[in-house]
Structures are given as structure tokens and as C-alpha cells.
């Protein structure tokens, strides 16, 4: 038994996706930006997607702008609302500081740049308080960029209130939705949001394929110079293959959301119980305002990354943290945002399940995690001091 649990670095890509790809690629050869027919009938195709993916968001077709992925799409939208709101004077820009790296570092450059940025704290539970956004909304405020749902510890924020608060006060409203598209419902003209950012890969979809939302009448900069593609808002040739497969990877996952997610909370709650067992353990982020799939557990006194080792020797692909900050020795910026201490964080674990995934799975995740913690523990020195009462445990 191989159990992979890490769907929130990535996703294994849906047989339906990747047959719509193949046909794609075989059949739909042309470049939608030629004139003759062949070009021609890959523009169709291109326009029929765009269509398909704007219905399921709530959106317009033309306010669709296809990207290389996630990433890309954060940092166009920052920038865009950074450049046109400079232009009125206005550069202070909100966020929090759980944000996925995409973000946190573009505003990083931009603060470099002269401009403002207020990482708003989050509570211990791992979620934003709206009134905290409206108290630091001012004047001069060009964005307000929250995150849809945390890819650590999966906790929900309050996008419907805040992007309210935004619609009010007239501020642009941009939410990274990477995580949450797919796994909660979402209609983006009846919440209020001016621009999301989506990848395909973290619903099942090709990688290197992503959607940036942006309302009509929002400023949009081009952060890529060339051709006129996405109404000269991104140039390149468009990747129609991967923006085919995401099509299909996203409306099989919004059709299939009301079966499956209550599905994946249930093997959630059940991971969760489990490894709750666990002496000296934390869950962290809210046990419930959380996404359906995601469970982050911290335990004492053991290292994240041999425990990852081990799990996988075990069979289990896990995560400790991101994917992005691993490699780096840095405790989590978002565990550490919690109030976590920097040596608690460091023995963290996040398993992010999918609708593939089974009751068997979870019940042999239960039997094979506990002991894998307890072996790190017996040759850990850190446990040892804990153990003879030299040091206090935090959890
Ligand atoms: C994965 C992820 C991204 C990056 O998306 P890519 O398509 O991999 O560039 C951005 N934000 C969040 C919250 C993510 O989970």
C-alpha cells in the first residue's frame, strides 16, 4: 500500500484531464492566434474553455486570464494593483502573514519598492479577523490580498466578509483561492471578489496552468511583453492542452464537490481523532473552519523532516509545511504566525487527503504515524530532556 496524502503540493492529474490533453494535442494542433482554419478551430476550442471555466466561477468569459499557474497569478494581480494604485497615489497594500510565498514575496520586493505593507497577525486558530482588515483599511490602501484557504493548515478565512467590507470601502479585494477552488463553493461576482488566483494542479489538473480572475474594470498589468494574447494582458502562445485539461479537471471537481468533500471531512475528523492520541501533540489551525482534506498535527521533541523520511519508508507521502520552504531549515512562517514556538514547529506534519483516499488508509495512517513518532522520540535528545524534567513541555 502506497498512500499519497500531500494533495496540497499536488495532485495526481485526472484520467479525464489527461485523455482531453492527448485529444488536445493530436487533434487541436493549431495556434488560436492564426488565421487559417486550423488556427481557427484551436481559437474555438480556446474561447469554449474560457467559457466553461468563467460559468463554473461565476464569471465572464473575458474576465478570465490564463497563466502559467498560482504563482504567476498572485504576483500579477499584486503587481497590477500596486502600479495603477500608485498612479492615484495610493500605495499601501494589506494582507496577513500567513500568506503563501507568491505573495509574501512579492510584497517583500514591493515594500523595497517605497511602498507600504501591513501583514495583519492571525489568531491562534489560524484565521484573520475581519474587523482587524477594515480597522487597517486607509485612505491610501490599493489592495487588500487574503488567501482563500491556507495551504499549511488549511484554515478558512472570512472572504466573504472581507471582500464586503472591500466592496464598501472601494478597495480592490484579490483573494489567492489556490487551495479552496474545488473544495468550497465559489461564485466570484456574488462575493464580491475583483481578482482570484486558481492552478489547475491542486484540483487535479496539469501543472503549469492557472487562472488569474480579474472583474471587469479592474486594472490589469502586463507582467509578460509580446504577442496580444489574453486581450494583451499575457502575452505567449496559449498553452491550449493544459487550459483544456483544466477545464476538465475543474468541472469534474466542482461537479463532484457536494459527494465528495463531506467524504474527505469524514476521513479528516477521523485522521485527526487519531493522531490526537498522541501524547504531546497540537492540531494546528481551527479544528472545524478548515478545508475538508487537511489535517497539520505538531509533535515534540521529533524533526518534521525525518519524520517525512521515515513515513515515506512506511509508505506515506506526507509534507512537513510546504513543499516551497522544505530544504530550508526555517520553521513555517505560518505555524510560527500562530504563536508556535520556533522548536515545536519544527516537528510539524500536514496530510492533505483527497477524494481518492479511504477509511483504510486513514486507520493504517493512525497505526503507522504513532509509531514512527514514539521511534524519533526514543533516540531524540531533545525528547530525553523533556522526559528527565530538564526541559518543559510546550504542548
Ligand atoms: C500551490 C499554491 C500556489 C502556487 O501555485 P503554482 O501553480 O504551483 O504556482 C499559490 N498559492 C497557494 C495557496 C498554493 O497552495
Known amino acids: 500500500m502506497y498512500i499519497y496524502a500531500d494533495n496540497a503540493a499536488t495532485t495526481k492529474t485526472s484520467p479525464a484531464a489527461a485523455a482531453a490533453m492527448v485529444k488536445c494535442m493530436e487533434e487541436t494542433y493549431g495556434n488560436p492566434s492564426s488565421l487559417h482554419s486550423v488556427g481557427q478551430k484551436a481559437a474555438e476550442v480556446l474561447q469554449k474553455a474560457r467559457e466553461e471555466i468563467a460559468a463554473l466561477l461565476g464569471a465572464d468569459f473575458n474576465e478570465i486570464y490564463f497563466t502559467s499557474g498560482g504563482s504567476e497569478a498572485d504576483n500579477q494581480a499584486i503587481r497590477s494593483a500596486a502600479i495603477f494604485g500608485a498612479r492615484k497615489g495610493k500605495k499601501h497594500i494589506i494582507s496577513t502573514k500567513?500568506?503563501?510565498?507568491?505573495?509574501?514575496?512579492?510584497?517583500?520586493?514591493?515594500?523595497?519598492?517605497?511602498?507600504?505593507?501591513?501583514?495583519?497577525?492571525?489568531?491562534?486558530?489560524?484565521?484573520?479577523?475581519?474587523?482587524?482588515?477594515?480597522?487597517a483599511i486607509r485612505e491610501d490602501t490599493a489592495l487588500v490580498t487574503i488567501m482563500y484557504a491556507n495551504n499549511e493548515i488549511g484554515t478558512l478565512q472570512p472572504i466573504d466578509e472581507i471582500a464586503k467590507i472591500c466592496h464598501e470601502k472601494k478597495v480592490l479585494f484579490h483573494t489567492d483561492a489556490v487551495q479552496a477552488v474545488g473544495h468550497v463553493p465559489i461564485n466570484v461576482h456574488e462575493q464580491h471578489i475583483d481578482m482570484l488566483s486558481l492552478s489547475a494542479h491542486k484540483f487535479h489538473g496539469p501543472r503549469g496552468i492557472g487562472v488569474l480572475y480579474a472583474r471587469k474594470g479592474a486594472p490589469l498589468f502586463n507582467l509578460i511583453e509580446g504577442g496580444a494574447q489574453e486581450r494583451g494582458r499575457r502575452a505567449g502562445t496559449e498553452n491550449l492542452p493544459a487550459i483544456v485539461g483544466m477545464a476538465v479537471a475543474l468541472k469534474e471537481t466542482?461537479?463532484?464537490m457536494e459527494e465528495s468533500e463531506p467524504k474527505v471531512e469524514k476521513l479528516r475528523d477521523r485522521l485527526i481523532e487519531g493522531l490526537s492520541e498522541i501524547p504531546h501533540s497540537k492540531l494546528n489551525g481551527d479544528p472545524k473552519k478548515r478545508l475538508p482534506g487537511n489535517v497539520n498535527f505538531c509533535f515534540e521533541g521529533i524533526e518534521g523532516e525525518s519524520l517525512l523520511l521515515l513515513l515515506d519508508q512506511k509508505g506515506i507521502a506526507a509534507s512537513s509545511g510546504s513543499a516551497c520552504t522544505s530544504g530550508s531549515l526555517d520553521p513555517s512562517h505560518v505555524l510560527l504566525a500562530l504563536g508556535i514556538p520556533h522548536e515545536v514547529a519544527h516537528g510539524s506534519l500536514r496530510l492533505s487527503l483527497s477524494e481518492n483516499n479511504t477509511e483504510e488508509e486513514v486507520e493504517y495512517m493512525i497505526k503507522a504515524i504513532?509509531?514512527?513518532?514514539?521511534?524519533?522520540?526514543?533516540?531524540s535528545p531533545v525528547w530525553e530532556d523533556l522526559e528527565k524534567g530538564e526541559k518543559q513541555h510546550v504542548i
Request: aromatic share 4%.
Open 370 to 379: 504513532p509509531e514512527v513518532v514514539n521511534y524519533l522520540r526514543d533516540i
Open 98 to 135: 500567513i500568506e503563501h510565498h507568491a505573495v509574501l514575496h512579492t510584497l517583500n520586493k514591493l515594500e523595497k519598492e517605497g511602498y507600504e505593507v501591513t501583514l495583519l497577525d492571525v489568531g491562534t486558530d489560524g484565521i484573520v479577523k475581519a474587523q482587524d482588515v477594515a480597522d
Open 254 to 256: 466542482i461537479d463532484g
